[in-house]
């Protein structure tokens, strides 16, 4: 993945460093769809810098109606800007794009180590092509700056589906969850 920037790994890792100093249970802090410790920092099979996929994926979905997301195709790909006004939320949304790129890059060659929403059709692509997509991340004030591109049209295709259906997470929320989302043709 080119691009990612020193800033934002030291940026990733501050709120981490904070999260943890609050205390075991306290993390990013209640009222994030945990239950009432909030979102826990810690590790497990699928652990990323700072905490689990999971865990912050569901807190994002329960916090989706505090989140802004703008998506611009480009001729390879995607840029798109997602943040909240709500200082939690935006570390969240940091930590998870975090917890994705480093998923993605240590996916070659289609074999992934830990692979989020296997089941979905999209996802499962997505993994699979992971060698064939660029993710240059730029932290922004109040979440992320994202651009993703295919390296042929195929993945190019398989980025700008990827990128509409984290927008209809972000829209639909838990909602959105358990839904299947179709891959492009051969990915």
């Not at 904070?18 to 239950?35: E, L």
């Not at 699928?46 to 329960?62: E, I, K, P, R, T």
């Amino acid at each position: 993945m080119k691009g990612w920037t020193l800033n934002f790994s030291l940026l990733v890792l501050f709120a981490a460093a904070v999260a943890i100093a609050q205390g075991p249970g306290r993390g990013f802090g209640p009222g994030m769809g945990m239950g009432g410790g909030g979102l826990m920092m810690g590790g497990g099979p699928n652990s990323g810098q700072g905490g689990d996929y999971a865990q912050v994926f569901h807190a994002l979905l329960s916090a989706h109606q505090s989140i802004k997301r703008t998506v611009q195709p480009t001729n390879k790909g995607i840029s798109s800007l997602t943040e909240s006004n709500n200082p939690r939320v935006a570390r969240l949304i940091q930590l998870h794009v975090e917890q994705m790129r480093q998923l993605l890059e240590g996916c070659g060659n289609g074999q992934c180590p830990s692979q989020p929403r296997f089941w979905d059709p999209l996802f499962a692509a997505v993994y699979r092509n992971a060698h064939k997509i660029d993710m240059e991340v730029e932290p922004a004030t109040k979440g992320v700056k994202v651009a993703e591109t295919g390296n042929d049209p195929q993945s190019v295709q398989l980025v700008q589906m990827h990128a509409a259906v984290v927008s209809s997470f972000v829209k639909n929320g838990m909602a959105e969850m358990h839904q299947s989302h179709a891959a492009p043709p051969g990915a």
